[in-house]
């Protein structure tokens, strides 16, 4: 994966109840998720596609589809360089 670009996707799932319930106790407020990942540009039609991991060999791990039209925002983040940042 070259010039791969780490993100931050805010974005409204789908999702349900349990059981039958009351129309009353239908909670309208969307159900936010927050993800990071790697960026899989182009990779599904109509969705931002981000890995967890990524592999020397370009495999991928944790990957999620998430339809554009749930995404809320997407920010560039910048994980530290291996030669000049460290973390503990």
Do not use: F
Not at 58 to 76: C, E, K, N, Q, S
């Amino acid at each position: 994966m070259d010039e791969a670009t780490l993100v931050y996707c805010e974005w409204h799932d789908a999702h349900s109840e349990r059981g039958w319930i009351d129309r009353s106790d239908i909670d309208a407020d969307p159900y936010v998720v927050r993800s990071a990942g790697w960026l899989i540009p182009d990779a599904k039609p109509g969705h931002v596609t981000l890995a967890q991991s990524s592999g020397h060999d370009g495999a991928l791990d944790g990957v999620v589809y998430i339809p554009v039209g749930m995404v809320v925002r997407t920010v560039a983040l910048h994980p530290p360089r291996a030669d000049t940042d460290s973390l503990p």
